[in-house]
């Protein structure tokens, strides 16, 4: 398997095959200044942010004519680096290539840049049968080769400076280092200047003779030996090489294309077959115990070695052996105090298993719950936290001293929660940790405080990195900081809430502070945390490794003690479902964003454009997709890129980019707008920003001047317009004027008619008032002495004359309904005329119906009706009494006139302020007609033809009016042949 020097490797192919590339032929590779990297292939140009691959071709190159690439080479009169195709076209290599030389000749100056126009350059012999020298450029001078001599020639004069005999060996290689050139043969190396080849020495020959690789677009060499690669620097003491790569055959992958990052230890190589590989270093190492590959608790064993839970004990190489006999405990607590001695906790029972011993014998310690946290404090003493197992709501705190001639389990205090996680200060405090929060206790008066900033979150560990900061890990909760003893922090989430789960908390010796969760590991600044505690910063870079880093599993391991081991060489371990993973914190060196953002391209309609740094897009468009690029070759979830739109009344709030880095508006009004994009760069947690304007240009009549034009036009016809208006309204005043004159005398006249017409009314008034007393006085006498008289003979006749009876019984009854329908008009004219000054009153309704009933009983047995009172003493009416009196008269009055051998009941139901007054007869009902108009006309009033339809007489009307005065209402219900049911609702 290769390997990346004397470290662990991944690697990654991309291919044809996969899409990624237009052509698996790599021959150059060469990187810009804005970190892009750009391979030169036989099917056009490539650029590689780190994520994504964009081809140039002839489809997006104007005027190129072929795709097939040579080889990049730089140009030493200036900057950047060239390509030319097979055609002699040159392009520069730059964000957005153009054709820099468009009629390829070979005899072209940037074709004779350097002449090193391969990657692996062996001059033999047969390389003469074809040319008379071999050129090489360097800066503005040529070191010209010939078979038995070197020249040195000078470009700009075009004269030989100096020059000396030597008989170039076979396959002599070439390569360029700092400006300067050096000659191989076989395993020697060489100076060469323009007097003479110095003989140079490399440090740590290898075996093989080996080849040299160059990338001349950047000045890079590399040796390649024994299935190894090195790359070489030169400094005034000679070459010197740095293994990067080893265990990988070069010749066989036909890799021809090398660039190594030296920053990043990041080796990139093209072959020209099999695409192009990118080999990163693996920091991270996970080793696993097939017998129990699941590990918790971790402490130093030794100065390389970690003891588990379990008795494992794995050196950081990854030499694993086991404690014989096996520890008795559980996986999750174990502590090794200052006499070297092992602790372990095994539910109820601690253990000591003796250093002395070689770790064969134990001390138990028994205690009345199970126990559920330990730590060693700075004294060595022992902390202990129990819980109860029936409740999990109350627990024990207990600390034991392992220097004592005979240890003890001492009593600290009793909880009222599950203690789960220690820490113990210098003086008398102690942190607790629980399921329910974060717990301060005073060992001295036992006073117990929670933590209101931590509130009731699940507390997994506690971390003292010095007196003064002490970390608090949460499940869903993230991370705390209790800051100089005072206030207490909760830091953000990362993007994802991986952190959110926090297993533990590891200070490195850089200043780095490393949290493993569920998800991943995070690597923070410490620095960076605290500026944000301070509240110097508002947000936190989160440095991300998954197990494409190099560790089995994304899943570790927490809520055991300890959690993790700082070993004295650097190396950190962590433990995980598969194993424990190590890591060397000095030497992790992380990828950050660093790189600028960069934006050029965009599509419109899906339609590509290129911009600078204004894009200017048609007010029709539907889309626009404007894409950003970071070139970034770590972990994609360390980089983030945020946009926010800003101006023409659109102020947007920062929105994250999709995943590969783009963002799209479909509705932009015309205007001028910044779209900014930013990034956090690293740990220091500052934003890189890009700032794009977009220009959305008006149409012509959304333009200023036409706006103006516009304004000044509207202006123009208001004023014309008001002047017309005024004209016109002076013509019309003097018109209306003559109107009103002529108006106000007829006014005058209509007044005077008027007045003479209330005084003629008022006589009339007066006069019908009298009149109606007159004819009322004089019919209601009669009327009622004939109803006397006729009731008098009706119950004095001789019973023998049936038909004599009978015409007394009629005379007597239609005598009694015409009076009392006589004075019922009475009375309802005089309330009618006088509705505007109705008196109130308040009475017993039983009595008035009971009045009633006395009044219309002989009528009713004349009828053989019963007549029944069921209302209730205890209900008042509080209205006018005449006026009920009216409305009851006329309802009975009705139910008798329809009612023969029946029964006509009154009762009543008072809810809270309303009343409803029942009255049923057992009489000949109504058919459906007749029912319909009387519910109609109880609802609304009908026309003056819906009015005289059905009516029989008024006295439904007077009912309804009468009604409306005391703001009532009616309902009814009825069925011929079986009698009718009237509910009055009254309001009092």
Same mark, same amino acid.
């Given at each position: 398997m290769p390997a990346f020097g004397q470290q662990e490797r991944s690697y990654k192919w991309?291919?044809?095959?996969?899409?990624?590339?237009?052509?698996?032929?790599?021959?150059?590779?060469?990187?810009?200044?804005?970190?892009? %990297?750009?391979?030169?292939?036989?099917?056009?140009?490539?650029?590689?942010?780190?994520? $994504?691959?964009?081809?140039?071709?002839?489809?997006?190159?104007?005027?190129?004519?072929?795709?097939?690439?040579?080889?990049?080479?730089?140009?030493?009169?200036?900057?950047?680096?060239?390509?030319?195709?097979?055609?002699?076209?040159?392009?520069?290599?730059?964000?957005?290539?153009?054709?820099?030389?468009?009629?390829?000749?070979?005899?072209?100056?940037?074709?004779?840049?350097?002449?090193?126009?391969?990657?692996?350059?062996?001059?033999?012999?047969?390389?003469?049968?074809?040319?008379?020298?071999?050129?090489?450029?360097?800066?503005?001078?040529?070191?010209?080769?010939?078979?038995?001599?070197?020249?040195?020639?000078?470009?700009?004069?075009?004269?030989?400076?100096?020059?000396?005999?030597?008989?170039?060996?076979?396959?002599?290689?070439?390569?360029?280092?700092?400006?300067?050139?050096?000659? /191989?043969?076989?395993? $020697?190396?060489?100076?060469?200047?323009?007097? /003479?080849?110095?003989?140079?020495? %490399?440090?740590?020959?290898?075996?093989?003779?080996?080849?040299?690789?160059?990338?001349?677009?950047?000045? $890079?060499?590399?040796? +390649?030996?024994?299935?190894?690669? +090195?790359?070489?620097?030169?400094?005034?003491?000679?070459?010197? /090489?740095?293994? %990067? !790569?080893?265990?990988?055959?070069?010749?066989?992958? /036909?890799?021809?294309?090398? +660039?190594?990052?030296?920053?990043?230890? %990041?080796?990139?190589?093209?072959?020209?077959?099999k695409g192009f590989l990118i080999i990163r270093?693996?920091?991270?190492?996970?080793?696993?115990?097939?017998?129990?590959?699941?590990? +918790?608790?971790?402490? !130093?064993?030794?100065s390389t070695r970690v003891l588990t839970g379990k008795g494992q004990i794995i050196d950081y190489r990854g030499t694993i052996k086991h404690l014989t006999p096996p520890l008795k405990g559980e996986k999750f607590f174990s502590v090794i105090d200052n006499n070297g001695d092992i602790w372990t906790l095994d539910i109820r029972n601690l253990y000591r298993y003796k250093k002395s011993t070689n770790y064969t014998t134990s001390d138990r310690w028994t205690l009345q719950y199970f126990m559920s946290a330990v730590y060693k404090d700075e004294k060595g003493r022992i902390w202990i936290g129990t819980t109860d197992s029936k409740t999990y709501k109350k627990g024990q705190l207990y600390v034991i001293d392992p220097n004592a001639i005979a240890p003890k389990l001492v009593p600290i205090a009793d909880l009222n929660f599950s203690p789960n996680s220690i820490y113990k200060d210098r003086n008398s405090g102690v942190l607790i940790g629980s399921p329910s929060g974060l717990y301060h206790m005073n060992t001295e008066t036992k006073y117990i405080t929670p933590n209101s900033v931590i509130g009731e979150s699940y507390i997994r560990g506690i971390h003292c990195s010095d007196r003064n900061n002490i970390w608090v890990y949460t499940y869903n909760n993230g991370l705390f900081l209790i800051r100089n003893h005072q206030g207490t922090t909760h830091f953000p989430f990362d993007k994802n809430k991986y952190i959110r789960s926090a297993h533990c908390v590891v200070e490195d010796q850089k200043g780095f502070i490393w949290i493993p969760t569920n998800k991943g590991l995070f690597q923070i600044s410490r620095q960076s945390l605290f500026d944000y505690a301070d509240k110097k910063q508002k947000t936190i870079y989160y440095h991300y490794y998954n197990k494409s880093s190099g560790f089995s599993t994304n899943e570790f391991n927490g809520g055991c003690f300890p959690c993790a081991t700082n070993l004295p060489n650097g190396y950190i371990a962590l433990p995980s479902f598969e194993g424990l993973t190590f890591f060397d914190s000095k030497k992790v060196t992380p990828i950050l964003p660093t790189n600028p953002i960069y934006s050029n391209e965009a599509k419109v309609d899906d339609r590509s454009v290129t911009f600078n740094d204004t894009l200017v897009i048609n007010r029709d468009f539907s889309r626009v997709v404007i894409s950003f690029n970071s070139p970034f070759y770590g972990n994609p979830e360390n980089l983030t890129i945020e946009v926010r739109l800003d101006g023409n009344d659109v102020h947007q709030n920062w929105t994250k980019t999709n995943d590969n880095h783009t963002i799209s508006y479909t509705t932009l009004y015309p205007g001028e707008y910044t779209l900014t994009a930013r990034k956090l760069r690293g740990f220091d947690s500052q934003y890189d920003y890009k700032t794009i304007t977009i220009i959305v240009p008006p149409a012509f009549w959304q333009t200023t001047w036409f706006k103006s034009l516009l304004i000044l036009t509207v202006s123009l016809l208001i004023y014309y317009g008001f002047r017309q208006r005024t004209k016109y309204i002076r013509h019309r005043n003097l018109l209306l004027e003559k109107r009103i004159s002529h108006r106000t005398a007829e006014l005058k006249s209509t007044i005077t008619a008027l007045t003479r017409t209330q005084t003629d009314l008022s006589e009339q008034i007066h006069s019908h008032k009298k009149l109606i007393g007159s004819i009322t006085h004089d019919i209601k006498s009669p009327l009622k002495y004939m109803a006397l008289t006729g009731k008098y003979l009706y119950e004095n006749l001789d019973r023998d004359n049936p038909d004599f009876q009978e015409n007394i019984k009629t005379m007597y009854t239609s005598s009694f309904e015409l009076y009392h329908f006589v004075n019922n008009l009475l009375e309802y004219s005089k309330i009618y005329l006088n509705k505007d000054n109705l008196q109130n009153e308040a009475f017993v309704l039983r009595d008035l119906i009971n009045e009633k009933i006395k009044l219309f009983d002989p009528i009713a047995k004349s009828k053989r009706n019963v007549l029944e009172n069921n209302i209730s003493d205890a209900i008042y009416l509080n209205l006018n009494k005449q006026l009920f009196t009216i409305i009851l008269h006329n309802l009975l009055d009705n139910a008798i006139k329809n009612t023969v051998d029946g029964t006509i009941r009154f009762s009543a139901v008072q809810d809270g302020d309303s009343i409803r007054i029942i009255l049923t007869d057992t009489g000949c009902g109504m058919h459906a007609e007749m029912l319909e108009y009387y519910q109609t006309l109880a609802q609304k009033m009908k026309s003056e033809n819906d009015r005289k339809q059905f009516t029989k007489g008024i006295g439904f009307h007077i009912i309804i009016e009468l009604l409306h005065l005391v703001y009532g209402d009616i309902t009814l219900e009825s069925e011929v042949g079986k009698g009718t049911t009237i509910t009055l609702n009254l309001k009092q």
């Open positions: 991309y291919t044809s095959d996969n899409g990624e590339l237009p052509q698996n032929s790599v021959k150059s590779i060469v990187p810009d200044k804005l970190g892009f %990297i750009w391979l030169v292939t036989e099917d056009g140009l490539v650029r590689f942010d780190g994520q $994504q691959f964009k081809v140039y071709n002839s489809e997006n190159i104007k005027g190129l004519k072929s795709n097939r690439m040579k080889f990049a080479k730089k140009l030493y009169s200036g900057e950047g680096n060239y390509v030319s195709n097979d055609l002699g076209q040159i392009l520069k290599i730059e964000t957005d290539p153009k054709l820099y030389y468009k009629d390829g000749k070979d005899i072209h100056a940037l074709n004779e840049t350097g002449r090193l126009f391969g990657n692996n350059i062996k001059i033999s012999a047969s390389f003469f049968k074809y040319y008379r020298r071999y050129d090489v450029l360097i800066k503005d001078k040529v070191f010209q080769f010939y078979p038995d001599s070197i020249s040195y020639f000078s470009v700009s004069t075009k004269k030989r400076i100096s020059g000396y005999p030597h008989k170039l060996s076979l396959d002599s290689e070439l390569f360029v280092l700092n400006n300067t050139l050096y000659l /191989k043969s076989k395993k $020697q190396y060489f100076e060469v200047t323009p007097q /003479k080849l110095v003989p140079t020495r %490399i440090d740590q020959q290898t075996e093989e003779d080996g080849s040299i690789y160059i990338n001349n677009a950047v000045d $890079q060499a590399f040796l +390649y030996a024994n299935q190894k690669l +090195y790359y070489l620097t030169a400094d005034q003491n000679g070459l010197h /090489k740095k293994l %990067i !790569l080893s265990n990988f055959d070069v010749e066989k992958q /036909k890799v021809h294309a090398f +660039y190594y990052n030296t920053k990043l230890n %990041i080796l990139y190589l093209g072959s020209l077959t270093p693996e920091y991270f190492k996970s080793y696993v115990d097939e017998q129990d590959p699941v590990t +918790y608790s971790n402490v !130093l064993f030794d």
